[in-house]
């Protein structure tokens, strides 16, 4: 929008091209190899159902030429290290549910329960360590009827976009 104004009258499918596509992910060189593949494989995933007919190579091509270099900055530091969101979000829900049986204070069954919680929560729904600090009940943690959404500001992202979503129903087992 403030770049390009004119192109604002086209429709979405026809304003990306594969250079803008790489000018964006340029402007954006703070970020990781792997964040810029996610944005561009997002934005040509919604463009794609909504301009089905268009010819999408040449930005196909750029976000392959993304997904190699995201497979080759992949950090060394991560192998092994990786435990799959089911396994966390199990040994949290476990973690929480034998509060009542293994903590021996009302205040050590508190947080047995809560670091459970936590840890099935951020296994349903990651969130940098940041965004889950700063979530507030009422501004970015909502009640709506029978769920809860979260809503991550501007301020609280890595990509400086707001961002929301509702909890995942597995999280309603804990009652």
Known sequence: ADRDQHLLSVAPGARVSAE?????????ARLSAMSHRM???????????????????????????LRRKARRNMGHRKQ????????????????????????????????????????AFLAALPLRVR???????????????????????EDMSKNATFWETPVPNTMHIFG
Request: aromatic share 6%.
């Open 131 to 153: 965004s889950v600090i700063e979530l507030e009940l009422g501004t970015s943690a909502l009640v709506k009827g029978d769920h809860i959404v979260i809503a991550v500001s």
């Open 80 to 119: 092994g290290r990786i435990v799959s969101s089911r396994l966390l979000f199990e040994t949290g829900r476990e973690h929480a549910l034998s509060a009542n049986s293994s903590a021996s204070t009302p205040l050590a069954q508190a947080t047995r329960y809560r670091d459970g919680v936590m840890i």
């Open 39 to 65: 944005m561009v494989e997002n934005v040509l995933r919604i463009l794609r159902a909504h301009a089905p007919d268009r010819d999408w190579t040449r930005e196909l091509g750029f976000l392959g030429h």
């Open 20 to 28: 803008m596509l790489n000018e964006w992910v340029v402007s954006r």
